[in-house]
């Protein structure tokens, strides 16, 4: 087979330089076919295109207003021939896709749901199990863009922590945090670039990893999964299809995300109009049953230590069974060879 895959720094990548399905067409011009992803490239080859949400393919990722603008065109693009397979990494995903795209029969048989896999040295390197939880707890978020991945609310749940007397230290690792911000006692800002080794002895000296995340994001779920953190997130989007709720942490319904169908390119129309939509509902107090939802969640494993432990050992058996790169391997190469 002679394909050639387009290499980019995101998550959902890593598995191909660590765990390649096959040797990939050393050079671009040779090969018949090409894997990409988000990406629609004009020339004659056979295309397996991966995406996160179907939209992105406009070649838009913060004009929402412009993306549902150019949808019909996209419907048109992705009926052509050349363009033979589409892979979500959730069912979700897929059932989001054709919500957009009109439920076309000609795409629905393209896609294909590929679950990600984990970056199975980081899994076999991580320590050998999660510290149980004793005197202090121990949190960790990572993220930047710092209303959308749900800063102003983590600090609200530590707030919170202080008052009921609870023993904690929260590691915040952005470098988005506006200046001026009141930081929580307890809270301790990583506000420069960290490497990937660092990053991941966070994860490892976490107990759970906290992430009210309000827009997309996917690598720290898998990051939590390579190294059997808990993770407690709100249920946006796909995540409930890779983070099983109550099995691998727990997964808090908000009642504000980037992709509500009734709100995205109308409500907000950008990323600037969203950014001051959430602001706007979090000082209203939209978020106050969530952050006590979060809350509760806490309380629940420091209350019972051994339902923590079964979680730890839930996330180890899934991430085999669900994440291995072997299984999302043997599902690509099915679909190389129908191409």
Known sequence: MSIYIHKIKHKLWESYIYNPPLNYSYFKF???????????????KKKIIEFEQILLMTGDSFNYELMLSKKNNLIDRLTQEDIKYLIAPTNKSKIDALYYL????????????????????????????????????????????????????????ANELNKRKINFKFKFVSRDVPDGYVIPENVEIINCKISEDEKYELYNWAHLFLFPVVQDSFGVYLECIETCTPIISTNIFDKSDIIIDNEMGRMIETPFQLYDYTKFGTRWKNWEEFNKCFIGEFNRGLFNDMIVN????????????????????????????????QKRNNTLLSIYKNL
């Open 30 to 44: 040779w090969a018949k076919s090409e894997h990409t992803f988000n990406k629609i490239n004009e020339n004659n």
């Open 102 to 157: 009109k439920n076309n029969p000609i795409i629905e048989k393209k896609i294909r749901v590929v679950n990600p896999s984990i970056n199975l040295m980081r899994f076999k390197n991580r320590l050998n199990k999660k510290n149980t939880i004793k005197e202090k707890l121990n949190l960790l978020f990572i993220g930047q863009r710092f209303y959308g991945k749900g800063g102003p609310i983590c600090f609200e749940i």
């Open 294 to 325: 979060f809350i509760k969640a806490i309380e629940y494993y420091l209350t019972y230590p051994e339902i923590y432990e079964k979680v730890i050992n839930n996330i180890e058996r899934i991430a085999i069974e669900k994440f291995h790169p």
